[in-house]
């Protein structure tokens, strides 16, 4: 490509990039957008803020952070003895997952293996 017809393609692609910038230039959008700006940065002086500071100031109000939560402690389990009448075996456990009791439970039903507490 010779100089001329490369600047040629330059100053096109200038009139172009001017002409779109006019256009932003009337658009209502923008131009409130442009008067907010100016505003706001108005105030940050005036209050001597940074944005920075806004930023965080308006994050903050913004995720409204939970107040954390206490744990819910439950009273521990008490220990429960079984004792099979059948084999005079015993288990202690806290919870129902217990192997043999399960087990039991199969066998016998729940009804009468919890009958065996002692």
């Known amino acids: 490509m010779s100089r001329l017809s490369e600047f040629r393609a330059l100053e096109e692609k200038l009139r172009e990039q001017l002409q779109a910038l006019e256009?932003?230039?009337?658009?209502?959008?923008?131009?409130?957008?442009?008067?907010?700006?100016?505003e706001l940065r108005a105030l940050?002086?005036?209050?001597n803020q940074?944005?920075?500071?806004?930023?965080?100031?308006?994050?903050?109000?913004?995720?409204s952070v939970p107040e954390p939560k206490q744990p819910v402690s439950r009273k521990p389990r008490s220990t429960k003895r079984y004792?099979?009448?059948h084999t005079g075996e015993i288990v202690e456990?806290?919870?129902g997952n217990h192997k043999v009791?399960?087990?039991?439970k199969n066998?016998?039903?729940?009804?009468?293996?919890?009958?065996?507490?002692?």
Request: hydrophobic share 35%.
């Open 93 to 95: 456990t806290k919870g």
């Open 101 to 104: 009791l399960k087990q039991w």
């Open 23 to 38: 256009d932003m230039k009337q658009d209502k959008a923008l131009q409130e957008e442009m008067q907010f700006e100016t």
């Open 50 to 63: 940074s944005p920075q500071a806004v930023i965080a100031l308006l994050d903050s109000n913004h995720r």
């Open 44 to 47: 940050m002086e005036k209050h």
């Open 83 to 85: 004792k099979n009448p």
């Open 107 to 118: 066998e016998y039903g729940a009804e009468t293996v919890e009958s065996w507490v002692l």
